[in-house]
């Protein structure tokens, strides 16, 4: 019965298309309430099946999975293949080749022969609605590989093959005239089949048969369906999943503030290059100020505007949290309450336009990537650990140079110099608020990063490079690598190249490869703030049906993650008379990167368990050393500190004050009297 409907829906979709839309929308609704009703007899029944069968037909039909590894390599076959690296599970959208191609991870599926006669399969193991094809050539740094054309084939039981026609005569597409931009070709009506084959007709001259493939289409109901149930992530959650443009963010980051105003606020941090406002929305039970012991944390995304999961992921928290909050979650109370939250969805909105413009299926790997003057936001900061590193190097004094709140040169803050205005709003932002954890969501792999992301040795592409606060680091990227669904899952198929699940999903920034300037050593190195990258999906822009499936591969990640900001030790520093020290030093002994008090005093350590020496100091006054203990439960441990001013800073507020200077002694002579005082005891 199934292949007769299939044929029948083929037929009648050609041309009453615009028609049927609405007839068969209205019939079946009709339908479905009688339906419902249990008013319907045998005839209604199978009239509402089959309308059903044929409204879903005329649905668009997103991609089947090849990019985001929904479709196993089990179901991939080719004719031929040039070598194993080459294979048909190479053959994905978007599939990245290592720098160095070898045998094991290359850019697409290549045939081992050049021949009309060469073709590449999906089975999609249960019948489904084809309806497009996009394909693209090799990626290789190396190599010139693509299909111009191709034909379609089609089949229910993989030995009889029926070619997609344009009347009596095959239909041939036009493919790929270079290898990376994407190209859709849309079949003229959907074609009800198991098997799909892509079979080259012609290709680039000077080069292969080599493709990169992804295929639209819709699987038909079927509920007794082992792969698809096996498969099928579903949500409860009723949030709006969606990809956003500029004003569709803006309006929902609106409404989200007008369902929760008492613990949201919208700001911006800045502008793009093209005038549009960096806008974030700040999540808090006093939003607008800074409270005392209350640690701030932030999460950005979209510094590579086609990496668009982030954006949508921060969009989709702060409905959940909202809602959640108002529905009396307490976890998400106890998060709202005890936390200053920050969520910055879109750093370059000017990059993102470009690829939404698009679409998902055509941005390719590197459309929107950029800033509009061609700048990548994530790498735009200023090299301090060279600076750091140097200092170290000469074995300069603290007083000289300071392990942390390394200053940013001179030149970098020209404004000649090639700084993105998107950058400069952010290091702007990380200086005006305390903030004391965050993380930055890309896209196209499944891993999270920690600083440094850069190699101490010169020259060195790959190199493992710790901060003092290694294993701190190490803790908060497992956090959100083991709580994702599939990032430290072993049986999950490798993105590109990299095997990150052997790591826990997580690995040093610069033992991946090194990057000067990154967001997360400046962070670390300029400010308080701990920062991380969430590589939080394979395919950078997912379609819009695959966002609920990414929500819940990601939502208890996001959580976890921002739960961390209250690990460690947290207090406040004051002198005698009890008001807070801003700018104060938090040194812990073992750990050569120290952190300074807020403008109020306050401050907070990320810390592992254990015990930990820990000394508070300010200028112009003394120094308190006390033992702090962090547990294993969730909650930083208090640890204040009171200090007082030290007697040469008390004589120099004496002198001052009546106008005169404190007696300077030549050095020489200075030190000759504190020998003669050493030696008389005094």
């Not at 199934?2 to 839309?21: S, W």
């Not at 084809?130 to 089949?155: A, Y």
């Not at 919208?266 to 502008?271: D, P």
């Amino acid at each position: 019965m199934i292949p007769i409907v299939a044929e029948q829906i083929n037929k009648l979709e050609l041309f009453y298309r615009p028609l049927f839309r609405l007839v068969l929308l209205t019939r079946t609704i009709a339908c479905c309430a009688a339906f419902l009703f249990e008013e319907s007899n045998k005839a209604q029944r199978f009239t509402f099946i089959f309308l059903l069968l044929l409204l879903f037909c005329f649905l668009d039909c997103p991609p089947m999975g090849l990019e985001t590894l929904k479709i196993d390599d089990f179901q991939l076959h080719a004719s031929t293949t040039k070598r194993y690296g080459l294979g048909a599970h190479r053959g994905r959208l978007n599939i990245q080749a290592g720098l160095y191609e070898d045998d094991l991870y290359d850019g697409a599926w290549c045939a081992g022969r050049d021949d009309p006669l060469q073709w590449f399969e999906v089975d999609a193991r249960r019948l489904t609605k084809f309806t497009g094809v996009v394909t693209q050539g090799r990626n290789s740094l190396w190599s010139s590989d693509w299909v111009t054309s191709f034909k379609v084939m089609f089949s229910n039981d993989s030995h009889t093959w029926v070619t997609l026609k344009n009347g009596s005569e095959d239909m041939i597409f036009s493919a790929n005239r270079e290898k990376e931009i994407p190209v859709r070709n849309i079949f003229p009506a959907p074609v009800v089949a198991r098997y799909i084959r892509v079979n080259p007709r012609s290709w680039f001259g000077s080069g292969s048969i080599c493709m990169r493939v992804e295929i639209l289409g819709c699987p038909m109901p079927d509920p007794n369906n082992y792969y698809h149930r096996r498969n099928e992530v579903i949500t409860t959650d009723d949030l709006d999943f969606r990809h956003h443009g500029y004003k569709e963010m803006r309006q929902l980051m609106k409404v989200v503030n007008d369902m929760c105003p008492n613990i949201t606020r919208i700001y911006n941090i800045g502008k793009s290059h093209s005038g549009l406002k960096l806008y974030a929305i700040e999540i808090s039970d006093n939003p607008g100020e800074h409270e005392v012991g209350e640690p701030e944390f932030r999460y950005t995304a979209g510094s590579h505007g086609n990496e668009v999961l982030g954006r949508e992921l921060l969009l989709l928290l702060m409905q959940f949290m909202c809602l959640e909050y108002l529905s009396g979650n307490q976890r998400i109370r106890h998060l709202v309450e005890e936390t200053r939250i920050h969520l910055l969805p879109s750093v370059n909105p000017d990059g993102y336009e470009k690829a939404f413009e698009v679409g998902s299926e055509l941005s390719g790997w590197s459309l929107g990537r950029w800033s509009n003057d061609g700048i990548d936001i994530h790498h735009n900061f200023p090299d301090l650990n060279s600076i750091l590193w140097e200092a170290e190097a000469k074995k300069w004094p603290p007083r000289k140079m300071l392990n942390h709140h390394v200053a940013i040169p001179e030149w970098y803050q020209s404004k000649n110099a090639s700084v993105a205005l998107e950058t400069r709003a952010l290091i702007a932002w990380m200086e005006k608020m305390p903030f004391v954890l965050g993380g930055n969501l890309q896209g196209g792999e499944l891993v999270v990063t920690f600083p440094y992301d850069r190699t101490r040795s010169q020259w060195v592409a790959r190199e493992q490079t710790p901060t003092p606060d290694d294993h701190v680091f190490r803790w908060l990227a497992f956090s959100y690598a083991s709580t994702h669904r599939l990032m430290t899952d072993a049986n999950r198929r490798v993105c590109h190249t990299e095997d990150f699940a052997k790591e826990d999903g997580t690995i040093n920034g610069a033992s991946w490869h090194t990057a000067a300037g990154s967001m997360n050593d400046f962070s670390y190195l300029h400010t308080n703030c701990f920062e991380l990258s969430m590589y939080v999906g394979c395919d950078k822009f997912p379609h819009e049906s695959e966002l609920p499936e990414e929500w819940e591969n990601n939502r208890e990640s996001l959580l976890v993650f921002m739960e961390q900001v209250h690990r460690g030790i947290k207090g406040v520093v004051r002198d005698l008379q009890g008001r807070g020290i801003a700018n104060a030093t938090i040194s812990v002994e073992g750990i050569s990167h120290d952190i300074r008090t807020a403008v109020d005093g306050d401050y907070w350590r990320l810390l592992n368990p254990g015990e930990y020496r820990v000394t508070a100091r300010a200028e112009g006054y003394g120094l308190s050393s006390k033992k702090c203990e962090v547990g294993y439960e969730m909650g930083a441990t208090r640890c204040d500190f009171t200090i007082g001013r030290s007697n040469l800073s008390r004589i120099k507020e004496i002198m001052e004050k009546f106008n005169k200077q404190p007696i300077r002694l030549p050095v020489r002579q200075l030190q000759a009297r504190r020998s003669r005082e050493r030696r008389l005891g005094t």
